[in-house]
């Protein structure tokens, strides 16, 4: 009869502690959520956030933004993350295939890219898109690494559709994510970049340089997915930014920052 009651006792336990693990925190105290965002987001997230600022009182995002196939390697090895915002959906099912998803895989986002270089280059974008980078003056052009950016293998799709593989790749230099290459062309460690159109329009990289976007038919569509992850330490609240980013506002925070949104 010991062992059964003990079984019962060691259950009850066990079920309590995972509801207070998923449970909100008490009234007026604030829970830390754990998101791993692609590097596509670093500005966006955060006006999302604000902008639901009233959903999700009492939360506080601890927001690491990276590549996304970076990101997803280190949620297959065990990083303690609530809730993978991923810059290619294929991520995140990979990881629900896994089983490792709480509830399904939803899309948030249609990436874009631009081609953006400096305010005193004298390359005409506007006119000639990828064809710019052609020019004998321009070196260097930085670009995500294909192997595990999604921003990445979407530039050199575009570099090759449009015909310029040739002139150009001996002059990309890659980051770890796109956010690293935006920071190389910024920078002047690179005379151009190809990338994330909502990187682009952020106000650091708008007041010191010029763009075009790169037509959407030049690259595989970028559809941009997420979960919340099933050994997440606040369920609750990954669910609740999770919500954020799919309600109507944050939907309208993203397509002023240059996302296009999924089809119904």
Not at 99 to 110: I, M, N
Not at 156 to 166: K, T
Not at 187 to 213: F, H
Request: hydrophobic residues 50%; charged residues 25%; positive net charge.
């Amino acid at each position: 009869m010991r062992r059964p009651r003990l079984r019962r006792v060691l259950a009850l336990l066990a079920a309590g502690f995972a509801c207070a693990l998923a449970a909100p925190a008490e009234p007026g105290r604030t829970r830390e959520v754990r998101v791993a965002a692609a590097a596509d987001l670093q500005f966006a997230l955060d006006d999302v956030f604000r902008a639901a600022a009233r959903s999700i009182a009492g939360i506080r995002p601890v927001v690491i933004y990276g590549s996304s196939g970076s990101i997803h390697a280190q949620i297959e090895n065990g990083a303690p993350f609530d809730l993978f915002l991923s810059a290619d959906a294929d991520y995140p099912r990979r990881l629900a295939a896994k089983g490792l998803a709480d509830g399904p895989v939803f899309l948030y986002a249609v990436g874009r890219l631009a081609v953006w270089v400096p305010s005193e280059s004298r390359l005409d974008v506007g006119a000639l898109g990828l064809r710019a980078l052609l020019d004998p003056s321009v070196r260097k052009v930085a670009i995500a690494n294909p192997r595990h950016a999604p921003y990445g293998r979407a530039a050199e799709a575009a570099i090759r559709r449009l015909g310029v593989w040739s002139g150009v790749q001996e002059k990309l230099v890659l980051g770890e994510s796109v956010a690293q290459a935006a920071q190389f062309a910024k920078s002047g460690a690179a005379d151009a970049g190809i990338l994330a159109l909502s990187l682009v329009l952020s106000p650091r990289m708008r007041e010191s340089g010029r763009w075009a976007e790169v037509a959407p038919d030049a690259y595989p569509r970028m559809d941009q997915g997420g979960i919340v992850l099933r050994n997440a330490r606040d369920l609750v609240g990954a669910r609740a930014l999770r919500d954020a980013l799919l309600s109507p506002r944050g939907r309208e925070v993203l397509v002023s920052r240059g996302f296009s949104l999924p089809d119904p």
